[in-house]
């Protein structure tokens, strides 16, 4: 069974860093895309970045230049560095991996800005 766990999340100043991991366990194949989503409370999930299967990574127009995604294929565990962080920036962040058969979620982990 495939399960994906995030941590790393938390309470940080405006102007200071977190960094998100996603551990993932079990059999994955065919992965697509791996990615990080975000929400907050009566809003849609939105896409903050993501890497394709080529490589390439996509970010968020509020994101880009302050948060960098990552993968660490031999630890199985996706990374979301997250700099100059914003009080708009707090959320419940979720790692998402995209695969051929499955879209797969982990259950989140809370970001909070604010001093």
């Known amino acids: 069974q495939v399960q994906l766990v995030e941590s790393g999340g938390g309470l940080v100043q405006p102007g200071g860093s977190l960094r998100l991991s996603c551990a993932a366990s079990?059999?994955?194949?065919?992965?697509?895309?791996m990615g990080w989503y975000r929400q907050v409370p009566g809003k849609e999930r939105e896409l903050v970045a993501r890497?394709?299967?080529?490589?390439?990574?996509n970010y968020a127009d509020s994101v880009t230049g302050r948060f960098t995604i990552s993968k660490d294929n031999f630890k199985n565990t996706l990374y979301l560095q997250m700099n100059s962080l914003k009080p708009e920036d707090t959320a419940v962040y979720y790692c998402?991996?995209?695969?051929?058969?499955?879209?797969?979620w982990g259950q989140g982990a809370q970001v909070t800005v604010s001093s």
């Open positions: 890497i394709l299967s080529a490589g390439i990574t």
């Open positions: 079990g059999n994955i194949f065919s992965i697509n895309v």
């Open positions: 998402n991996i995209v695969t051929s058969y499955r879209n797969y």
